[in-house]
């Protein structure tokens, strides 16, 4: 299982790299990647952040899941950037998985790969889950799309990705290990 996650400066670090520790611990290939021309990308807190590759360097076809880490500007950057608005639309179109959680969902209302879906977001954000029913759940499942709720579901939400791609049991063993559920 590959997981491709796109990284913009001003990006949420918890969200991204608890997201990426789960999927990792659950044996899926995992590649960060840069959109800003440069591997090392700053986060929203001014923690810099090296990326497996840059934007121009992949091929998304052999992805199984895009994941949006959150974090503004991260959401916003990455809603401005062509190239990932366009992959995260091919991807949707052939039926693939994508993951966005806090203020990164607000990327795939703009594109319309929300409509008729349940989706969350970090409060204030609603708004912008344009044709999408929002709801407070820390993590939201519906079709191709998961989505959470902001930094404190960045483990659940990676347990969620691991859930659909490797199962319950693998999820649950996961969680047991990192101490989620005492």
């Known amino acids: 299982m590959k997981l491709y996650q796109f990284l913009a400066n001003g990006f949420e670090e918890c969200e991204a790299l608890g997201t990426v520790d789960v999927c990792t611990r659950a044996g899926m290939d995992v590649i960060m990647v840069s959109v800003t021309g440069n591997l090392l990308v ?3 807190h001014g923690v810099k952040i090296m990326a497996n590759q ?24 990455l ?11 091919h991807h949707f179109q052939d039926g693939k998985m994508i993951a966005a959680i806090c203020a990164a969902p607000l990327v795939l209302g703009q ?12 409060p204030g954000f609603e708004d912008q ?6 709801t ?44 989620y559920n005492f």
């Open 42 to 44: 700053e986060s929203a």
């Open 54 to 77: 840059l934007f121009e360097e992949c091929d998304f076809n052999d992805a199984d899941i895009l994941m949006l880490p959150g974090g503004i500007p991260g959401a916003t950057n």
């Open 79 to 89: 809603l401005a950037h062509n190239g990932v608005c366009e992959a995260l639309k």
């Open 136 to 179: 407070s759940a820390l993590v939201e499942k519906d079709g191709q799309i998961i989505t959470g709720k902001g930094p404190g579901a960045s483990f659940a939400l990676g347990y969620a990705i691991v859930e659909h791609f490797r199962g319950t049991a693998v999820a649950e063993a996961i969680k047991e290990g990192m101490i």
């Open 129 to 134: 889950l344009i044709g999408a029913t929002s």
């Open 111 to 122: 594109l319309g790969l929300l409509k008729g879906k349940k989706a969350t977001c970090y």
